[in-house]
């Protein structure tokens, strides 16, 4: 089905949705956002493609799994589009945040400000060393990790970033589910054991790394 014989329709999803789909749904809105905010009011897969590198019927098979968005003769419009896609990934809403740790990294992920542009609030950070807890960072308020349960329950918090050592993250994890989080973001390089209810992505940035350094030297033109 080719951007003219689409309409706008969203539909719910009733099938199991690739996580690798779930993925590009957050490039596409990504792209679409640049586009508004260079001035363009539509799109076509064709052209969201390019952009991404992807092809056109893969975009028009990633969002048909959620419904019909073009328009004839206009291909997508993208303050309609965006919404859409919000939707779909659930961040139409605010979500209070968590995180864990407070070293290096910990720092850095609070003073991230792409986090708010996408409907993530950090309300809270907690660590275990006093001497990271003397004041609030980056206007977040700072706890001690024994008040975990306390503060998740009084600012509704559901979801949480854990930044510690990988000795200390299983410990972590434990902990924010005991206290009713919902769903994990993992830097710690160890994968958690968690119930099945609760959501869970990992980041290992060694081994983005080594994603990278594979498609580097695998390129045709190395020997």
Known sequence: ??????????????????AAVVSRLSLYLRELQELVRAGQE???????????????????????????????????RCEELIP???RILGTD??????????????????????????????VAAFD????????????????????????????AIRLGIIAVPAAAAQEVATKLVDAGVDGVLNFAPVTLA??????????DLAIELEQLSFAVVNRPENP
């Open 194 to 203: 968690l119930p099945d209810h609760v959501s869970r992505v990992g980041v």
């Open 1 to 18: 089905m080719d951007d003219a014989k689409e309409k706008s329709t969203q539909q719910p999803v009733d099938v199991q949705v690739p």
């Open 84 to 86: 859409a896609i919000k």
């Open 93 to 122: 809403r605010s979500w209070p945040v968590a995180v864990v740790g407070l070293g290096n990294l910990g720092r850095a992920l609070l003073g991230y400000r792409g986090f708010d542009e996408q409907g993530f609030r950090v």
């Open 42 to 76: 539509t799109t076509n897969s064709t052209q969201l493609g390019k952009k991404l590198g992807f092809t056109d019927a893969q975009v028009r098979k990633d969002l048909a799994y959620f419904g019909q968005f073009g328009y004839p003769g206009i291909g997508y």
């Open 128 to 155: 275990v060393d006093p001497d990271q807890l003397q004041q609030d960072v980056d206007s977040v308020e700072t706890f001690h990790l024994d008040r975990l349960s306390e503060v998740v329950k009084e600012k």
